[in-house]
Nanobody, 123 residues
Framework: QVQLVESGGGLVQPGGSLRLSCAAS????????IGWFRQAPGKEREGVSS????????YYADAVKGRFTISRDNAKNTVYLQMNSLKPEDTAVYYC????????????????WGQGTQVTVSS
């Protein structure tokens, strides 16, 4: 059974950092691209970052470039999203998702989804 489980969300002050984890089971991340998405109340789900484990290519939304870093640990079958210099506008539920080969921000092209983890940036 394919499963993705996010963790690492929480409440952080502006300028702070969090590291989200996306642990996969039932399949090997080596063969899937993993994306991070977020959805704030009343807003559409948007792509944040993604990584193609086969060639290492990555994607970052303009809003997070220079602040967020996506990485993977194949031994742990886990993908991470390091988030630094967090801003109130980063507040959202963050989801990870997987698909066989697409590395980009179109969430329609992702097949498997986690349940999400809440990130709140507030003083």
């Amino acid at each position: 059974q394919v499963q993705l489980v996010e963790s690492g969300g929480g409440l952080v002050q502006p300028g702070g950092s969090l590291r989200l984890s996306c642990a996969a089971s039932g399949f090997t991340l080596d063969y899937y691209a993993i994306g991070w998405f977020r959805q704030a109340p009343g807003k559409e789900r948007e792509g944040v970052s993604s990584i193609n484990p086969r060639d290492g290519s990555t994607y970052y939304a303009d809003a997070v470039k220079g602040r967020f870093t996506i990485s993977r640990d194949n031994a742990k079958n886990t993908v991470y999203l390091q988030m630094n210099s967090l801003k109130p506008e980063d507040t959202a539920v963050y989801y990870c998702a997987a698909n066989p080969d697409y590395t980009g921000s179109d969430y329609h092209r992702y097949t498997y989804w986690g349940q999400g983890t809440q990130v709140t940036v507030s003083s």
